[in-house]
T-cell receptor, first 110, second 112 residues
C-alpha cells in the first residue's frame, strides 16, 4: 500500500521559478527520502531527512519535515528545464523497505 | 561503480507464458530490492534480500512470482503464467545496509 501522498499530482512552472511539492504520510518513520524519476528511467535519490531533523539543504533543494503533522515538503529553487521529472517521497519505517508515494509530475517550461 | 543493471529492458510476452528478469546490483551492496511500477503510480515494494536471504515479501507477490539471489550477487525475478495485470515496469534497487537505494532503469513487461 502507498504510505505517502504527494501534492500536487502535477505542477507546471516557468524556468527560474521555485517549485514546491508536498508529501503526507500515515505512520511513524525513521527517515523520509525524496527521489526523482525521468520518463522511462529508474529513480535517483535526491535527499534524505531523518525523523529528528526539521530541515535539510542540498544545492538547490530544500526539504522540511514536520513529524507532528506527518508531512514533508521539497522545494526546488531557480528551476531549470532539466528539472522536469516525477518526484517521489519515500518513507522508511522498519529499516527494511521504503514505501513510496504516488509522485508529483513537474514540468519546467523554458 | 557501474550502477544497477537490469535485463532485458523490454519484454513482450503472451498471457500464460513465463518470464524471467535479471538484476545485477552494485557489487559491494548487500541489499537488493524489487519494486513494481505502473503508469502514473509510485513504485510498489515486492521483495528484498539481504545477501542471499529473502527477508521480506509483499502480499502483492502472489505464488506466481518467485525471486532468487543465489550467492548474494545478482537476482532473478520470475513470473509464471503471466496475466495482463502483470504488465508494469519492474525495478530493481540495491543498497549498502540502510543507505539510500540505487535503482536500475527497469524492465518494462507487456503481457498481450
Amino acid at each position: 500500500s502507498q504510505q505517502g501522498e504527494e501534492d500536487p499530482q502535477a505542477l507546471s512552472i516557468q524556468e527560474g521559478e521555485n517549485a514546491t511539492m508536498n508529501c503526507s504520510y500515515k505512520t511513524s518513520i525513521n527517515n523520509l527520502q525524496w527521489y526523482r524519476q525521468n520518463s522511462g528511467r529508474g529513480l535517483v535519490h535526491l535527499i534524505l531527512i531523518r525523523s529528528n531533523e526539521r530541515e535539510k539543504h542540498s544545492g538547490r533543494l530544500r526539504v522540511t519535515l514536520d513529524t507532528s503533522k506527518k508531512s514533508s515538503s521539497l522545494l526546488i529553487t531557480a528551476s531549470r528545464a532539466a528539472d522536469t521529472a516525477s518526484y517521489f517521497c519515500a518513507t522508511e519505517t522498519s529499516g527494511s523497505r521504503l514505501t513510496f508515494g504516488e509522485g508529483t509530475q513537474l514540468t519546467v517550461n523554458p | 561503480d557501474t550502477g544497477v543493471s537490469q535485463n532485458p529492458r523490454h519484454k513482450i510476452t503472451k498471457r500464460g507464458q513465463n518470464v524471467t528478469f535479471r538484476c545485477d546490483p552494485i557489487s559491494e551492496h548487500n541489499r537488493l530490492y524489487w519494486y513494481r511500477q505502473t503508469l502514473g503510480q509510485g513504485p510498489e515494494f515486492l521483495t528484498y534480500f539481504q545477501n542471499e536471504a529473502q527477508l521480506e515479501k509483499s502480499r502483492l507477490l502472489s505464488d506466481r512470482f518467485s525471486a532468487e539471489r543465489p550467492k548474494g550477487s545478482f537476482s532473478t525475478l520470475e513470473i509464471q503464467r503471466t496475466e495482463q495485470g502483470d504488465s508494469a515496469m519492474y525495478l530493481c534497487a540495491s543498497s549498502l545496509d540502510y543507505s539510500p537505494l540505487h535503482f536500475g532503469n527497469g524492465t518494462r513487461l507487456t503481457v498481450t
